[in-house]
Protein backbone atom coordinates (compact mmCIF):
# COMPACT_ATOMS: atom_id res chain seq x y z
CA UNK A 1 0.00 0.00 0.00
CA UNK A 2 2.45 2.45 0.70
CA UNK A 3 4.26 1.99 -2.56
CA UNK A 4 1.08 2.54 -4.22
CA UNK A 5 0.58 5.36 -2.14
CA UNK A 6 4.35 7.11 -3.03
CA UNK A 7 2.99 6.24 -6.78
CA UNK A 8 0.17 8.60 -6.63
CA UNK A 9 1.59 11.26 -4.45
CA UNK A 10 4.69 11.13 -6.90
CA UNK A 11 2.76 10.80 -10.31
CA UNK A 12 -0.09 12.76 -9.71
CA UNK A 13 -0.06 14.91 -6.73
CA UNK A 14 2.86 16.71 -7.13
CA UNK A 15 2.06 18.14 -10.30
CA UNK A 16 0.00 20.42 -8.03
CA UNK A 17 -2.66 19.58 -10.90
CA UNK A 18 -4.43 16.89 -9.33
CA UNK A 19 -6.47 17.86 -6.01
CA UNK A 20 -7.45 14.35 -4.96
CA UNK A 21 -6.86 10.88 -6.75
CA UNK A 22 -7.78 7.36 -6.19
CA UNK A 23 -6.44 4.03 -7.40
CA UNK A 24 -9.00 1.02 -7.29
CA UNK A 25 -8.51 -2.34 -7.89
CA UNK A 26 -11.10 -3.66 -10.31
CA UNK A 27 -11.11 -7.42 -8.50
CA UNK A 28 -13.30 -6.34 -5.39
CA UNK A 29 -13.83 -3.12 -6.24
CA UNK A 30 -11.56 -2.36 -3.04
CA UNK A 31 -9.65 1.32 -2.92
CA UNK A 32 -6.03 0.13 -2.64
CA UNK A 33 -4.50 4.26 -2.12
CA UNK A 34 -6.11 7.07 -2.18
CA UNK A 35 -4.57 10.79 -1.40
CA UNK A 36 -5.32 12.31 2.21
CA UNK A 37 -9.03 12.52 3.44
CA UNK A 38 -10.26 11.84 -0.26
CA UNK A 39 -13.36 8.64 0.28
CA UNK A 40 -14.26 7.42 -2.85
CA UNK A 41 -18.15 5.50 -1.95
CA UNK A 42 -18.48 2.10 -3.05
CA UNK A 43 -21.49 3.63 -4.60
CA UNK A 44 -19.86 5.70 -7.26
CA UNK A 45 -16.85 2.88 -7.79
CA UNK A 46 -19.50 0.92 -8.98
CA UNK A 47 -21.04 3.88 -11.51
CA UNK A 48 -17.67 4.75 -12.86
CA UNK A 49 -17.29 0.51 -13.70
CA UNK A 50 -20.66 0.40 -15.08
CA UNK A 51 -19.96 3.41 -17.35
CA UNK A 52 -16.69 2.05 -18.87
CA UNK A 53 -18.21 -2.00 -19.38
CA UNK A 54 -21.92 -0.83 -20.37
CA UNK A 55 -22.60 2.57 -20.13
CA UNK A 56 -20.26 4.67 -22.69
CA UNK A 57 -22.49 6.18 -24.78
CA UNK A 58 -25.13 7.26 -22.19
CA UNK A 59 -22.03 8.92 -20.52
CA UNK A 60 -21.27 10.71 -23.43
CA UNK A 61 -25.23 12.41 -23.46
CA UNK A 62 -25.84 12.36 -19.88
CA UNK A 63 -22.52 12.68 -17.82
CA UNK A 64 -22.49 11.47 -14.67
CA UNK A 65 -22.43 12.18 -11.00
CA UNK A 66 -19.69 11.37 -8.78
CA UNK A 67 -19.92 12.52 -4.99
CA UNK A 68 -22.98 14.04 -5.60
CA UNK A 69 -21.70 16.61 -8.03
CA UNK A 70 -22.60 16.77 -11.52
CA UNK A 71 -20.12 16.56 -14.18
CA UNK A 72 -20.89 17.28 -17.86
CA UNK A 73 -18.40 14.67 -20.61
CA UNK A 74 -15.62 15.73 -22.56
CA UNK A 75 -14.49 12.81 -23.57
CA UNK A 76 -15.35 9.01 -23.25
CA UNK A 77 -13.81 5.98 -24.35
CA UNK A 78 -12.62 2.18 -23.11
CA UNK A 79 -9.83 3.23 -21.71
CA UNK A 80 -10.60 6.71 -20.07
CA UNK A 81 -13.37 9.10 -18.97
CA UNK A 82 -13.12 13.04 -18.85
CA UNK A 83 -15.27 14.81 -17.30
CA UNK A 84 -15.61 18.80 -16.07
CA UNK A 85 -18.54 20.97 -14.33
CA UNK A 86 -17.88 24.97 -13.47
CA UNK A 87 -15.97 23.79 -9.89
CA UNK A 88 -13.25 21.58 -11.91
CA UNK A 89 -13.34 18.14 -13.12
CA UNK A 90 -12.85 14.73 -13.03
CA UNK A 91 -10.10 12.37 -15.08
CA UNK A 92 -10.33 8.48 -14.95
CA UNK A 93 -8.69 5.97 -16.76
CA UNK A 94 -9.21 2.29 -16.60
CA UNK A 95 -6.34 -0.41 -16.81
CA UNK A 96 -6.94 -3.81 -16.90
CA UNK A 97 -6.23 -4.09 -12.95
CA UNK A 98 -6.92 -0.71 -11.70
CA UNK A 99 -9.64 2.47 -12.26
CA UNK A 100 -7.43 5.74 -11.81
CA UNK A 101 -9.26 8.79 -10.28
CA UNK A 102 -8.05 12.06 -10.29
CA UNK A 103 -10.12 15.09 -9.66
CA UNK A 104 -8.60 19.19 -10.55
CA UNK A 105 -10.33 22.09 -9.11
CA UNK A 106 -11.10 25.44 -10.77
CA UNK A 107 -7.65 27.28 -11.07
CA UNK A 108 -5.56 24.18 -11.94
CA UNK A 109 -4.30 23.26 -15.59
CA UNK A 110 -6.92 20.03 -16.69
CA UNK A 111 -4.25 19.31 -19.60
CA UNK A 112 -1.85 18.57 -16.80
CA UNK A 113 -4.02 16.59 -14.80
CA UNK A 114 -4.92 14.50 -18.25
CA UNK A 115 -1.75 13.66 -19.07
CA UNK A 116 -0.28 12.64 -15.47
CA UNK A 117 -3.14 10.69 -15.16
CA UNK A 118 -3.11 9.01 -18.84
CA UNK A 119 0.71 8.36 -18.10
CA UNK A 120 0.31 6.95 -15.35
CA UNK A 121 -2.68 4.31 -16.43
CA UNK A 122 -0.27 3.56 -19.55
CA UNK A 123 2.58 2.51 -17.05
CA UNK A 124 0.80 0.60 -15.53
CA UNK A 125 -1.69 -1.12 -18.31
CA UNK A 126 -0.51 -4.15 -17.92
CA UNK A 127 -1.41 -4.39 -14.20
Not at 8 to 35: D, I, K, M, P, Q
Not at 73 to 86: F, G, I, K, M, T
Not at 104 to 121: H, N, Q, T
Request: proline share 2%; charged share 25%.
Amino acid sequence: MDELQALLNGSLLATRHVENAALVRLAGRTVCAASAGFRVPEENILNLIYAFYKDLVQVRREGLYFKEKYYKCVRADEHSLYLQNPDGGLIVAKTNTFLLIATYRAGMYPSVCVEAVEKLGKRNAGS
